[in-house]
């Protein structure tokens, strides 16, 4: 017997270490066996994206020596429309289009960081569609497509920025994939977001920060951030977005280019990822995002087809409509140059005044329209609805990942104990009312009785709403759009101008933005004089997000009733058509 061990047979003692060593054993165990934290994953991302990064750059090499005297630069200034009537009518090979936007696609984000990942199955798909007859080719045939990062692509991750969701890759293509394909086009790359897509900045810790083209001091915006950056640099010639609070909207609007949130359920969403699943009264929608109106118009037109209604059949077969998209009738058009909740930056309301006037210089009816109960629908139906659950299922998406500089003011507030964050709301509510009652409805619903009230609180007040636009016999509906674009970083401390956007998420309604105008010196100068309408931190950081932004584009929202997409789209079209008629010289 070993010295020390005759210990082990005087019973009390030896039965107590007997306990405790098989106590330590299990913990040791239990340790041992533990997941190393989501983050440990981050650096295994980094590095597969390098690779398909370096395996697309070998991609674009090997279509280039098929054809080495094509031009790329004739083939990226060709629009949509006519670069899918080429492709199939054979005037331009599907080889030097796709080598084209791998190339561009590269260098735009060799300047600002923009792409999650290659998808490398792009080559075999060109050589399936090659194989195909005349008759058999799409909409988009040979079009090469981005998609924002939580489109499923099989064989690839949807991360939504969060560290969670790596090496968990999509068993098959998502809905939209799939019927974008059916129709001939080529997803060829995914683009970046930020940390749970909750933000519009575009920074997460696995791929890093997403600059804007335009300002490389900007944001690009967000969620669809990494889809706004590379269609303004010229990267992709057609994207897909998601919007759950201005996701779609702002990037577009941040960088220039244009985007439609559609109504919920008129596009499938399965098969797109999400931090979180489940709100019923704020709606995630996809969307198309474009360089002119008519790419989106195609778009559109190529997702909504039975295709879409047969691999979802929750998803109502409604194909385009073209009679409401070609009406020439003139239209009675409802305008606010201010939601009254954030005050609008100045080439935000001069925008709206911009557009009202040309509109109604070109025949139609413009009809003041103001916001009802702003605030309440802001803070109690929209805040309140997407943290119905006081943000338990975001943090819990969160758990062993490292957290964003651009999430972490959001994840500080839901941490916090209730008892704190109510005992913080009733002070903050005397010194800053909007953050009082944002932190009262960060506490949750409570129960599934407060719920299902807060979706009746909902319904009412769409009703009112419609009500309000129908007393008023508007066809459509023109707003500001969040603008121009934010200094890095500051999203996140200006964040209550979203409303301009978010409101609409809540509402469900169809909503486009069109690029009208460029901030102007005059524009700038009036920055001085901005209060904003709280006095609040934010108010005070709006100017300064948006300052030093002479040249930027300013945009406006195009607006309409739900499962009007077709109506929305002929209002962004003629927005397009008067502010080109506008620049052209007489």
């Known amino acids: 017997m070993m010295p020390g061990m005759a210990v082990l047979w005087y019973p009390p003692v030896g039965l107590l270490l007997l306990i405790l060593l098989g106590a330590a054993l299990l913990v040791a165990t239990w340790v041992f066996w533990q997941p190393a934290p989501a983050w440990h994953k981050i650096p295994k991302a980094q590095k597969r994206r390098e690779e398909a990064l370096q395996q697309m750059a070998a991609l674009a090499q090997r279509l280039r020596q098929q054809e080495p005297s094509f031009d790329p630069k004739t083939i990226l200034e060709l629009p949509l429309v006519t670069l899918a009537q080429k492709l199939r009518e054979e005037e331009l090979s599907l080889e030097s289009v796709l080598c084209s936007y791998l190339e561009e696609a590269l260098k735009v984000h060799q300047e600002v960081n923009c792409l999650t990942d290659f998808l490398g199955e792009c080559e075999e798909q060109l050589q399936a569609l090659k194989k195909l007859k005349k008759s058999e080719r799409g909409l988009l045939y040979g079009v090469p497509i981005s998609l924002k990062d939580p489109y499923d692509c099989m064989g690839h991750d949807s991360t939504c920025g969060l560290a969670q969701f790596l090496e968990e890759p999509a068993a098959k293509d998502g809905v939209i994939v799939k019927v974008l394909k059916a129709q001939g086009a080529i997803p060829f790359v995914k683009t970046n977001i930020p940390q749970s897509m909750l933000s519009f900045d575009c920074s997460n810790p696995i791929y890093g920060q997403t600059l804007n083209p335009l300002n490389l001091k900007k944001t690009p915006g967000g969620s669809s951030g990494g889809e706004g950056a590379l269609l303004a640099k010229g990267g992709s010639i057609l994207g897909m977005g998601t919007d759950t609070g201005g996701s779609v909207r702002i990037p577009a609007s941040f960088c220039g280019v244009y985007g439609l949130r559609t109504t919920g359920g008129r596009l499938s969403y399965i098969g797109i990822a999400s931090a979180v699943k489940g709100k019923k009264s704020v709606s995630s929608v996809p969307g198309p995002m ?3 109106v008519d790419s989106l118009v195609l778009g559109m037109r190529a997702l909504l087809n039975e295709d879409m209604h ?16 070609a009406s020439n009738r003139p239209l009675r058009i409802g305008y606010y140059d201010t939601d009254g909740y954030s005050q609008p930056s100045p080439s935000m309301a001069r925008a709206v005044r911009l557009i009202s ?6 025949g139609h009816q413009v009809i003041p329209f103001s916001i009802p109960h702003i605030e309440y629908a802001i803070l109690h139906l929209y805040t309140g609805g997407l943290f119905a659950d006081g943000g338990a299922t975001l943090l819990e998406k969160l758990k062993g990942d490292i ?21 913080l709301a009733s002070i903050m509510k005397y010194i800053a009312p909007r953050k009082g009652k944002s932190l009262e409805e960060l506490r949750g619903v409570g129960t599934p009785k407060k719920l299902w009230e807060q979706h009746t609180a909902v319904e009412k007040y769409q009703q009112e709403f419609i009500a309000k636009w129908r007393s008023l016999d508007l066809d459509v509906l023109l707003a500001p759009a969040l603008g121009p674009a934010f200094y890095i970083g500051y999203p996140a401390k200006a964040s209550d101008s979203t409303s301009y956007k978010s409101l609409y998420n809540m509402l469900n309604f169809p909503v486009g933005v069109v690029p009208v105008t460029t901030v102007t010196p005059q524009d700038e100068e009036e920055l001085a004089f901005y209060k904003g309408y709280y006095g609040d931190t934010s108010d005070k950081d709006f100017p300064e997000a948006v300052k030093g932004s002479v040249g930027l584009p300013v945009a406006v929202q195009c607006i309409a009733l739900p499962w009007e997409e077709e109506l929305c789209l002929r209002f962004m079209k003629e927005v397009e058509t008067l502010v080109k008629s506008q620049k052209e010289p007489k």
């Open 310 to 325: 047969r691999l979802d059949p929750a998803v109502p077969f409604q194909p385009f409509r073209e009679e409401l998209y």
């Open 290 to 292: 474009a360089r002119d």
């Open 403 to 423: 957290v964003d500089p651009s999430m972490k003011a959001l994840v500080s507030s839901l941490s916090l104990p209730d008892l704190l964050k109510c005992l």
């Open 357 to 362: 006037r040309l509109l109604q210089e070109a």
